[in-house]
Nanobody, 124 residues
Framework: QVQLVESGGGLVQAGGSLRLSCAAS????????MGWLRQAPGKEREVVAC????????TYADSVKGRFTISRDNAKNTVYLQMNSLKPEDTAVYYC?????????????????WGQGTQVTVSS
């Protein structure tokens, strides 16, 4: 099992920044990919950014490219999401997730482990 604990959410004005952190524990050696996902009220959960744990390959959703940056610290088993130029439409519960497989991430169902989520609210 892998346990994931997020932190860093909160309320910020449009144009501001937040950094989310996700600490992984347990069988972290089994992790292939870490991701950040979000779910806004009335909307489906979506993948925001992913990072390969070993090779570091990164992908972003088009909606956050150029504004969000995902990074990892393997020594600390921690993944981060730096969010800049935040918009009201970024308001959502943000989840950290981990995938054990080496396959491509095709959506939320690709992930095996989930954190509890952290609320990000961007006011206009």
């Amino acid at each position: 099992q892998v346990q994931l604990v997020e932190s860093g959410g909160g309320l910020v004005q449009a144009g501001g920044s937040l950094r989310l952190s996700c600490a992984a524990s347990g069988r972290t050696f089994s992790i292939q990919t870490m991701g950040w996902l979000r779910q806004a009220p009335g909307k489906e959960r979506e993948v925001v950014a992913c990072i390969r744990w070993s090779g570091g390959e990164i992908t972003y959703a088009d909606s956050v490219k150029g504004r969000f940056t995902i990074s990892r610290d393997n020594a600390k088993n921690t993944v981060y999401l730096q969010m800049n130029s935040l918009k009201p439409e970024d308001t959502a519960v943000y989840y950290c997730a981990a995938d054990r497989s080496v396959g491509l991430i095709t959506g939320p169902d690709s992930f095996d482990y989930w954190g509890q989520g952290t609320q990000v609210t961007v006011s206009s």
